[in-house]
């Protein structure tokens, strides 16, 4: 039996839990973007339930252009208005260079790939990056970003503070706190 085989199998235990027919919009109006690392239990580890999120996953939980343009149809489709990145320590992508992998990609296949794998050396940096980027894509409407760190040892989330980055409070459309104006 292959895995893939054992996989299919497990969907009859899975009936067993079912929630049946649900919402297509997240009922906690939240999306997630986080790296494909099979170490991070998202759901657990967040307190999510089936329905609660979007979750989209790549390699590095990177914000590229499809990261963008999903969440673009989570926000204008679907409702979600809050963002919540994960990144992890031991990350592949943080242990390689571009050369590297379109070397590795290129000798198994004999192709080089056209596009970047997304390598980076400061792990907090990549997170406040990832944050700017959401910030700064012109067709998101997020009240809320915050970008945490996985730690894959010991399944601490910790949070990546970014001065730039605006409280939630302060975003476009996020509610005013006690005394605070609304931006004319």
Excluded at 4 to 30: Q, S
Aim: net charge negative; with cysteine.
């Amino acid at each position: 039996m292959t895995e893939i085989d054992r996989m299919l199998a497990a969907n009859a235990e899975w009936l067993e839990e079912f929630p049946g027919p649900m919402p297509v919009a997240p009922g906690r109006k939240v999306a997630v973007v986080a790296c494909m690392d099979s170490r991070m239990p998202l759901f657990g580890m967040l307190g999510l339930a089936v329905g609660d999120a979007h979750v989209l996953r790549n390699a590095g939980g990177l914000v590229t252009e499809d990261t963008l343009r999903s969440l673009a149809i989570s926000q204008h489709l679907l409702g979600t208005r809050a963002v919540v990145l994960v990144h992890h320590t031991d990350c592949g992508l943080n242990k390689a260079t571009e050369e590297q992998f379109r070397a590795a990609v290129e000798e198994a296949t004999g192709v080089r790939p056209p596009w970047p794998a997304g390598a980076f050396t400061d792990l907090d940096a990549d997170v406040r990056e990832s944050i700017r980027r959401i910030r700064e894509a012109p067709y998101l409407v997020t009240e809320e970003i915050r970008g945490t760190v996985y730690d894959v040892t010991t399944g601490q989330l910790r949070e990546i503070k970014d001065p730039a980055a605006p409280h939630h409070s302060q975003a476009r459309g996020g509610p005013l706190q006690r005394g605070q104006e609304p931006v004319q």
